[in-house]
């Protein structure tokens, strides 16, 4: 790979292009000095048309499916890097111009485009630049979508390419000298990844730890003291995420180490109402002759102001499954007092006695945090004016932790349901994958009893309810296979 990256970091010369492109493709094959197996080579061509230094077409140099033609147009999945004269060249994974086929099986599928996404995303965060070094196209598949005006206004450098390939090209990368390296290794390694090729056994260690770093960009870690730091700058947070995931224990973790238990805990359900958040009338028992009266109360928020109210200190209201409730009427007007940076004050229904009486303003020092299940989608959907007023931060399963507290039984069966949702679930379906806690291995607990009475329902139910009907299949077998165990 090094004469590849060498190559790229030399002023483009027309003359010399194609030959040492080839060369450098030849040289990545084979154990002596290669980085992928020889029999790899076998199912690919290399792409590198020579054209004079006066043509007004856009050169490059691809890796394409080995039944392609020679010359001319060429379909399926490619690696390609286009040389740019005084820029640095753009490496890229492009569908050629003649369509999927042979490779709509490959870039088909929702992990594809995932996958390509996460690269960009890592890239990007490697790179030392002050503007992003890559983009990825949200489904590879489209063709019929170019490359947005946005993108292309940041790389006029590439306009020529764009203008030419830009509905083919669904990945790219800007190769400067800080990302040239990590790129051609990614996108080479992902590449062959995806026709079935791993590297060789030397760069082994290497490409996994490539692997596990962009990975991550498509589950990202949420840790505590980021999400504390979310709550002083927005106030209102909702954790979301499918089952399994650890919110609610987070969720009271910061209220226990960070808040100091300076706040409350409590559970939505679905006969939540305004009268018990907020507050209002309820009855109760008298020694007079008609023996119910009403008194005025306040609920769990009112609660949290009058709390926040005497103290400088940070409060913090946890609301477990915020979403089981009807919001918009357990929150009714006080929806307009949730502004993060904003002091709104609200008439209340009732006098509520000192220090509210009958208006309502949330204290600076007044956090909320709420959680929601993203897997029950039969109870409330947030509405537009509540989803603005809160930040939203996805949980997702952590793949470490199944690593520390698994397994011999329950560490492969994570990365294989895993596997199943990265590379087929499609992006709808892809934030139900059941959280870590579902594959940590408990003391005395038998691991496939555990995995058969807690996941295996869960995966069940979402097959009645046609939430993984793009992938049942899969999501069967699975099961199938976990029930042998």
């Known amino acids: 790979m090094e004469k590849l990256i060498e190559l790229l970091k030399e002023p483009y010369d027309p003359n010399v292009w194609p030959d040492k492109s080839k060369q450098g493709f030849e040289e990545l094959f084979g154990s002596t000095g290669g980085r ?118 940041e790389y006029p450098e590439y306009k020529e390419i764009f203008d030419r390939y830009g509905d083919v090209i669904y990945g790219f990368c800007a190769a400067k000298d800080d990302i040239l390296e990590n790129a051609m290794k990614v996108f080479l390694d992902f590449y062959f990844q995806e026709r079935g090729h791993s590297t060789l056994s030397a760069f082994e260690d290497e490409a996994k730890n490539i692997k596990t770093s962009y990975f991550n960009h498509l589950m990202p870690t949420t840790k505590k003291n980021d999400l504390k730091q979310l709550l002083q700058d927005r106030k209102f947070v909702i954790l979301q995420g499918p089952p399994g995931t650890g919110k609610t224990r987070l969720a009271n973790e910061l209220l226990k180490e960070d808040y100091d238990n300076k706040g409350s805990a409590i559970q939505f359900h679905p006969n939540t109402t305004y009268e018990t958040f907020i507050g ?71 006098d509520f006695g000192e220090p509210i009486k009958n208006t309502m303003s949330i204290p600076s020092n007044l956090h909320i945090l709420g959680t929601m299940n993203t897997a029950d989608r039969s109870i409330s959907i947030l509405d537009v004016a509540i989803r603005r007023r809160f930040a939203f931060v996805d949980m997702w399963p952590h793949a470490e932790i199944v690593e520390k507290y698994g397994n011999e039984i329950t560490k492969p069966a994570f990365q294989k349901l895993l596997g199943i949702f990265i590379e087929y679930a499609p992006n709808e379906s892809f934030a139900l994958m059941p959280g870590h806690s579902y594959f940590i291995a408990h003391k005395d607990v038998d691991a496939a009893i555990q995995m058969k009475t807690n996941l295996i329902p869960l995966l069940n139910e979402y097959l009645n309810q046609g939430y993984v009907s793009n992938f049942a299949d899969a999501i069967h077998a699975y099961i199938q296979e976990i029930e042998q165990l």
């Open 36 to 153: 992928y197996p020889k029999r790899a080579s076998d199912e690919i061509s290399f792409r590198t048309p020579k054209f004079n230094s006066g043509s007004k077409s856009v050169p490059f140099s691809a890796i394409i499916h080995e039944s392609n033609p020679d010359s001319g147009g060429y379909g399926g999945m490619s690696f390609v890097i286009f040389p740019v004269p005084e820029a640095p060249s753009m490496i890229a994974m492009v569908v050629g111009t003649q369509g999927l086929s042979p490779d709509e099986h490959i870039i088909g599928k929702p992990g594809h485009s995932r996958k390509v996404n996460a690269i960009c995303k890592w890239l990007n965060t490697e790179s030392k630049s002050d503007k992003q070094v890559a983009w990825a196209k949200r489904e590879a598949v489209r063709t019929d979508i170019s490359v947005p005006d946005n993108v292309r206004k």
């Open 280 to 350: 209002g009338l309820f009855p109760r028992t008298t020694e007079s002759e008609l023996g119910l009266q009403f008194r005025i109360k306040r609920g769990h928020l009112l609660d949290a102001v009058v709390k926040a109210q005497k103290t400088d200190e940070d409060i913090l209201l946890v609301i477990d499954e915020i979403n089981r409730a009807d919001l918009s009427k357990v929150l009714g007007e006080a929806i307009y007092s949730l502004e993060p940076h904003e002091n709104r004050t609200i008439e209340l229904p009732y």
